[in-house]
T-cell receptor, first 110, second 110 residues
Framework: EDQVTQSPEALRLQEGESSSLNCSYT??????LFWYRQDPGKGPEFLFT???AGEEKEKERLKATLTKKESFLHITAPKPEDSATYLC???????????FGKGTMLLVSP | EAQVTQNPRYLITVTGKKLTVTCSQN?????MSWYRQDPGLGLRQIYY???????DKGDVPEGYKVSRKEKRNFPLILESPSPNQTSLYFC?????????FGQGTRLTVV
């Protein structure tokens, strides 16, 4: 059974204070690891897909990295508008499903 | 603009009264899915559809039905809703590895 664990559950940062969110996973046949951003009351918004260990992707202040057991979402010099819940998901060998973690709620204070 | 549209956005109903939540996508994607999101449990897949007339159970299908008579629509049917189906529901469509989510339907069953 595919499993995804995200930590921490919640993170509070000051504006400009860089940090990382963790996503550890177990999956049979990784088809991809996905990061989403979710604002309150809205649907998740796609950020990144990572396919293999060593891969990195960047978007503005966000950088996602992948190893064989975990992924990190690095947030550099965050701004208050980066406040959201960040979800990690894995696609296993079966195309049909994504298994989501419970998310990390990020709050960036001015 | 790529869109996944759910209706209604909010719904309060009584136990046992059949209801349907509609989902429509304008991207001509084959794959569609329904999720529910609950505090502390994250996103869990209810049903998915790989194509027209092809549907299958996800992780939490009990108490739900779906149909896929045409590619763009994937309604979620609760024939006899119960209070434990109070949740935030998301419809999603996928192309390759990128998922597009609807804005969500917040359902309360009293």
């Amino acid at each position: 059974e595919d499993q995804v664990t995200q930590s921490p559950e919640a993170l509070r940062l000051q504006e400009g204070e860089s940090s990382s969110l963790n996503c550890s996973y177990t999956v049979s046949g990784l088809r991809g690891l996905f990061w989403y951003r979710q604002d309150p009351g809205k649907g998740p918004e796609f950020l990144f897909t990572l396919y293999s260990a060593g891969e990195e992707k960047e978007k503005e202040r966000l950088k996602a990295t992948l190893t064989k057991k975990e992924s990190f979402l690095h947030i550099t010099a965050p701004k208050p508008e980066d406040s959201a819940t960040y979800l990690c998901a894995v696609g296993g060998s079966g195309y049909s499903t994504l298994t989501f973690g419970k998310g990390t709620m990020l709050l960036v204070s001015p | 603009e790529a869109q996944v549209t759910q209706n209604p956005r909010y719904l309060i109903t009584v136990t046992g009264k059949k209801l349907t939540v509609t989902c429509s996508q304008n991207m001509n994607h084959e794959y569609m899915s329904w999720y529910r999101q609950d505090p502390g449990l994250g996103l869990r897949q209810i049903y998915y559809s790989m194509n027209v007339e092809v549907t299958d159970k996800g992780d939490v299908p009990e108490g739900y039905k779906v149909s896929r008579k045409e590619k763009r629509n994937f309604p979620l049917i609760l024939e006899s809703p119960s209070p434990n189906q109070t949740s935030l529901y998301f419809c999603a469509t996928f192309v390759n590895t990128e998922a597009f989510f609807g804005q969500g339907t917040r359902l309360t069953v009293v």
